[in-house]
């Protein structure tokens, strides 16, 4: 047996005899807590360990394939189509059906991995909610191994909250939005947990995790094929949706679930990745269930991408809408696509901010 080392804190300067049960080669160096302990089992953490292990070398690789292509923008090339793939932007295909489970996505809602916000979130009458480990929640550890906490119980319907300040309970309604879980891009590390020496890729925490603890529940309650349901941010390219995919079935694999039981809707926010949307699609054919509009970070990728074209300034972004002509082309292009390959194409996300 393997125990960890435990810290107080995030800053990992002051050691504590360690209580995680961690497998060869894992070590935690976030503090311990017993609840966070329940989360980070040994067979959790050797599932989240045999992910990264397989997986690391194509994600180093797609980062550096980033760094290039960076370059290639601050030396005046232009992102465009790649001719390479013009047979599957052209070819006649289409993705896996989407499950009857999430057939109805006309309204979505997104807030962080917070235990009330969670409750009051699935209970909001929306149709989707998607809990968020990205954009929406600050990285700390308490953050989140909270949230992983937190989505296990909504997951498995036993999840309240006691407001003493308002003397009341919030419990789970019997109708409830379905469930999406974003975890962190692939650019990412968790400096909380080492894998082989190496900080954890974020991303692969945060699915591994969840996933583990949570694939069974959702197939227990709605079958084969509905479920569990990711939104991925950042990517760039088919390249790393592709390592996305390769993740889905080792995963699926690995707990002997049905291939195509994971779905995911990709948030097309960068500018590269406009222009291979039917390739991220293709690659991801078995396991999607659309694109999504993610205008914000969109307009920063923009400005990011062309920093060092000074024909192309934008003003500051609260004054880019949907309006102007390029964001305009991207949203077309985007539901041109997903409805030509028979998935939901999504408008860009709404905060949440429930505080029922």
């Known amino acids: 047996m393997s125990f960890s080392v435990g810290y107080y804190g995030d800053t990992g300067v002051k050691k504590i005899p360690g209580g995680y049960d961690v497998p060869v080669g894992v070590d935690i160096r976030g503090r311990y807590d017993g609840e966070f302990a329940k989360i980070l089992t040994k067979d959790a953490l050797m599932f989240v ?42 070819g006649d295909w289409v993705c896996a059906e989407v499950p009857p489970a999430v057939a109805d996505r006309r309204v979505e809602i997104t807030g962080p991995v917070e235990r009330k916000m969670i409750i009051n979130a699935l209970n909001s009458g929306a149709k989707v909610f998607m809990s968020d480990f990205e954009d929406a929640l600050s990285p700390t550890w308490e953050n989140l191994m909270k949230g992983q906490v937190n989505l296990k119980d909504a997951v498995n319907g036993t999840i309240s909250y006691e407001d003493k300040a308002r003397n009341r309970v919030y419990n789970l309604n019997d109708q409830t939005a379905k469930l999406f879980v974003r975890p962190r891009g692939w650019h990412l590390p968790e400096s909380h947990i080492f894998i082989d020496g190496e900080p954890a890729i974020a991303c692969l925490v945060d699915f ?111 004054l880019v809408g949907m309006g102007q002509h390029f964001m305009r082309s991207y949203s077309d292009l985007l539901i041109r696509t997903c409805h030509r390959r028979g998935v939901h194409a999504m408008g860009g996300m709404v905060c949440c901010s429930i505080a029922l």
């Not at 045999?50 to 005046?76: I, P, T, W």
């Not at 996933?211 to 959702?218: G, I, K, L, S, T």
Request: proline share 5%; charged share 25%.
């Open 208 to 318: 591994g995790l969840y996933f583990h603890h949570n694939h069974a529940a959702f197939h227990k309650t709605q079958g084969q094929g509905y479920g569990p349901f990711f939104y991925l941010p950042k990517m760039e390219n088919s390249r790393e949706a592709r390592i996305w995919n390769n993740v889905f079935e080792r995963a699926e694999k690995m707990v002997g679930i049905k291939r195509g039981s994971i779905r995911a809707t990709v948030l097309i926010e960068t500018l590269p990745a406009v222009f291979q949307m039917d390739e991220i699609l293709y690659e991801l054919r078995d396991h999607s269930v659309g694109l999504n509009c993610g205008r914000w970070d969109y307009i920063f990728s923009y400005v990011k991408t062309f920093q060092a074209h000074p024909d192309r300034l934008l003003p500051d972004r609260v």
């Open 49 to 90: 360990a045999d992910l990264q292990r397989e997986f690391r070398n194509h994600v180093k690789y797609a980062m550096e394939c980033r760094k290039e292509a960076k370059a290639r923008y601050n030396s005046g090339m232009l992102p465009g189509f790649d001719p390479a793939t013009r047979n599957v932007r052209e």
